[in-house]
């Protein structure tokens, strides 16, 4: 469970968060805002994850294509592409802030602490990056690199397994071209104010939709959209007596790469 709304994050609890980070902040401070949510914000004031789960995003991004480019340098780009894909996914991300509690340490306000926000996927996830940016801020990109390293280390093993897995759209798509004359077409929908936004997105293939998904962002409603009709039209491939892996490179020739 989350802590009370009025508890301080930086308790021993926050500090051994730090340590499963294998980081010890020179600004706490950037520790607290990582993981302050802004229903916290709503309603004692302050400053949001937010920008920091911007910053951290980029930051993960390039750690992880560093890594990947010097683990595998047989991968072509599309492949590398995959994998990172796979790593830095929402469901990824919310695996490793599970694994070191993150949860227990989070600012939730009231109301979302009461709804379990401390599991949930998406709260996790952004504190994870706003972690990783608060980390970077902190000490720089070598203390940021190794702390993605260290937390992400079999993450990246598993997606290099099976590339392409936790990324949807480009799974779809690839189905999408070996089976049909155009790509996915997605409508975007979104609801409520700008600082808690719920998108939803639909996907057309030849005249069918699929969804409505939703997410936190557009990207996580599209990539669940995205789940839906990949999980619906997968079984083209065994009808067909298609393996895939093995038309991948020729599929995404066709149809382009729109990530």
């Known amino acids: 469970m989350s802590p009370p709304a009025s508890a301080d994050p930086a308790t021993a609890e926050a500090e051994a968060i730090a340590d499963r980070l294998g980081h010890r902040f020179a600004d706490p401070?950037?520790?607290?805002?990582?993981?302050?949510?802004?229903?916290?914000?709503?309603?004692?004031?302050?400053?949001?994850?937010?920008?920091?789960?911007?910053?951290?995003?980029?930051v993960l991004g390039l750690a992880v294509?560093?890594?990947?480019?010097?683990?595998?340098?047989?991968?072509?780009?599309?492949?590398?592409?995959?994998?990172?894909?796979?790593?830095v996914s929402a469901d990824a991300l919310a695996e490793v802030a599970r694994r070191i509690d993150l949860g227990r340490v989070l600012r939730l306000g009231q109301g979302e602490a009461a709804s379990g926000g401390d599991g949930k996927e998406s709260?996790?996830?952004?504190?994870?990056?706003?972690?990783?940016?608060?980390?970077?801020?902190?000490?720089?990109?070598?203390?940021?690199?190794?702390v993605v390293d260290g937390l992400l280390d079999s993450a990246i093993d598993r997606a290099a397994e099976d590339p392409g897995v936790h990324d949807h759209k480009t799974r779809l798509q690839e189905l999408v071209a070996r089976h049909f004359d155009a790509p996915p077409r997605y409508l975007l929908t979104?609801?409520?104010?700008?600082?808690?936004?719920?998108?939803?997105?639909e996907v057309?293939?030849?005249?069918t939709s699929y969804g409505p998904a939703s997410?936190?962002?557009?990207?996580?409603?599209?990539?669940?959209?995205?789940?839906?009709?990949?999980?619906?039209?997968?079984?083209?491939?065994?009808?067909?007596?298609?393996?895939?892996?093995?038309?991948?490179?020729?599929?995404?020739?066709?149809?382009?790469?729109?990530?």
């Open 215 to 259: 997410g936190t962002s557009k990207k996580r409603a599209e990539q669940a959209a995205a789940h839906l009709a990949w999980t619906d039209l997968e079984g083209l491939d065994r009808s067909a007596g298609i393996e895939p892996n093995r038309q991948e490179a020729a599929a995404m020739v066709e149809a382009g790469s729109d990530r």
């Open 190 to 201: 979104s609801e409520g104010p700008a600082h808690d936004r719920l998108f939803h997105a």
């Open 123 to 146: 709260i996790l996830s952004d504190a994870m990056e706003a972690v990783i940016g608060a980390v970077f801020l902190d000490g720089g990109q070598g203390p940021a690199f190794a």
């Open 204 to 207: 057309e293939i030849d005249g």
């Open 29 to 58: 401070v950037l520790l607290i805002e990582a993981l302050t949510h802004r229903s916290w914000c709503a309603e004692h004031g302050g400053v949001s994850n937010e920008r920091l789960e911007f910053l951290g995003d980029a």
């Open 65 to 87: 294509a560093t890594r990947l480019y010097g683990l595998h340098p047989e991968l072509p780009e599309g492949e590398l592409a995959k994998i990172r894909a796979g790593v």
